[in-house]
């Protein structure tokens, strides 16, 4: 897999936009931002509503998902381009979902909304109509979610990296610093994790760096390129965006996203953590 | 706030500003809100820890830590704009940014 097989740039999408085959899919958690404008065509998927399941903390199911693209009227052979705000942190967790219940033919818009709306490209507030697809997902993909188990086996073997901000792996935060500090959970890090933030793989614009960059980003952290690894975060979806650099882009083979992520982990009773700088 | 994780336009909401470290202002372009565009918080190292977009009055808002700062703005048109500024507990630090 390489990079033009799993990410395309706007103009591609400006190119190609309206082709049988192609469907794009805004993916916010901010419910309001697709409403405000969004790229033509595209219809939405909103993070929270449409892919959490509203009681147990997990995905919506596999005949919930199955669902869910039918009525957007996305089908299993369509090329589905994702992108978002927040940098692509929703779209990389949609795109990682999409791979967890088998879609063929997915991509992530490079630079996501913020690279659209910063080259004054064109967006409109009128809402596609699709029909109804039968859609058919797969089973659920373990090999690319990681659980809580797993993480705490993977204690001083594996490759942890923990794409937070670094006040939140010393925990001095609780949260990212666009939102309010107040939780309940203890702060800190897994044991043996490795900070390498999130946004170090991006660029200003939201676009992804080169490949060479990124080599050089996680190796210079310390992962071991030849070792199984697990990504987490708070809740997973910026994981979802190193997920992806480390799986798609860079092509490792055994990459893991721990949706469960700090919210779980730092929750845990009995489970070791570490606060501070230093892994 | 605990089951997301997004950066809403213009900021959360400000529900307890007394044990927070509030930045928080203002962009505007010959004094009309640039209501397009993201602010991005740096730390003192340069590295950056969060970003919002900009919301309709060109507003955002960061919960910090204490320390000092650096407020950056991107919009359309290839516009940037810096200022540093310093964070405490407890108190909501104004920024008015001009572009």
Known sequence: ??????????????????????????????????????????????????????????????????????????????TVVLYGGNNNWFAAYAYWYFRVYGHRNVKLLDGGRKRWELDSRELVTEVPQRAATSYTAADQDSSIRAFRDEVVAAIGRDNLIDVRSPDEFAGRLLAPAHLPQEQAQRGGHIPTARNVPWSKAAEEDGTFKSDDALRTLYGDAGVDFASDTIAYCRIGERSAHTWFVMHELLGQPNVKNYDGSWTEYGSLVGVPIKTGDES | MTDGCGAPAGGAALTDAGNQAVIQGRVA??????????????????????????GADGGFRFFAAPGSWTLRVLAPGGIRAEQVVSAAIGQIANLEVAV
């Open chain 2, 29 to 54: 372009q010959a004094g009309a809100p640039v209501a397009t565009g993201y602010a991005r918080l740096l730390n003192s190292d340069g590295e950056f820890v969060a970003e919002v977009p900009l």
């Open chain 1, 1 to 78: 897999m390489s990079r033009s097989d799993v990410l395309v740039d706007a103009d591609w999408v400006e190119a190609h936009n309206g082709e049988d085959g192609l469907v794009l899919v805004e993916v916010d958690e901010d419910t309001a931002a697709y409403g405000k404008g969004h790229i033509r065509n595209a219809v939405k998927i909103d993070w929270k509503q449409d892919l959490q399941d509203p009681v147990r903390r997990d995905f919506v199911d596999k005949d919930g998902f199955a669902a869910l693209l039918s009525a957007r009227g996305i089908s299993n052979d369509d």
